[in-house]
């Protein structure tokens, strides 16, 4: 079989269905990139608003 040019492939995203082969393709070039551009967020021990935001919630509490 040819190409029904779908143009799934072509989108960019991690996984497509793909209409010649008929089952799911895995794009491990974009799959890769995904998971290094995962950034942790959120309070990080050591951090100034972390420190400053734990001793505020601990004095509230001990009140």
């Known amino acids: 079989m040819s190409c029904f040019n779908c143009q799934n492939c ?4 991690p996984a497509y269905f793909c209409l010649e082969k008929n089952d799911f393709v895995i ?8 998971l290094e551009d995962k950034i942790r967020g959120g309070w990080k021990k050591g951090s100034k608003n972390y ?5 505020k919630l601990r004095k509230e509490i001990e009140v």
């Open 10 to 13: 072509k989108q960019g995203s």
């Open 27 to 34: 794009n491990e070039s974009q799959n890769s990139q995904a």
């Open 51 to 55: 420190e400053i935001h734990r001793r």
